[in-house]
């Protein structure tokens, strides 16, 4: 997944000391709310892999332990 750019650029008009706050700035907070939502994919898509090497090294050690038996 590509990263959600930040929509705040050096030559930002509506650039100042609180820019960064989402009830000052509404492409900031637009900006939050995308993240939010693509870090709960990316956090959902991360787990499943997590999941799946802890599945893939049960079995490895399951087949070890046997072998070894």
Request: net charge positive; glycine share 2%.
């Amino acid at each position: 997944m590509a990263r959600i750019k930040s929509p705040c650029t050096r030559d930002c008009p509506c650039r100042s000391p609180a820019c960064h706050n989402p009830d000052t700035c509404p492409a900031w907070r637009d900006y939050c709310a995308r993240k939010t939502v693509h870090d709960a994919a990316v956090r959902a898509a991360r787990n499943e892999e997590f999941l799946m090497y802890d599945y893939r090294v049960g079995i490895l050690r399951e087949s070890t332990r046997r072998r070894d038996a």
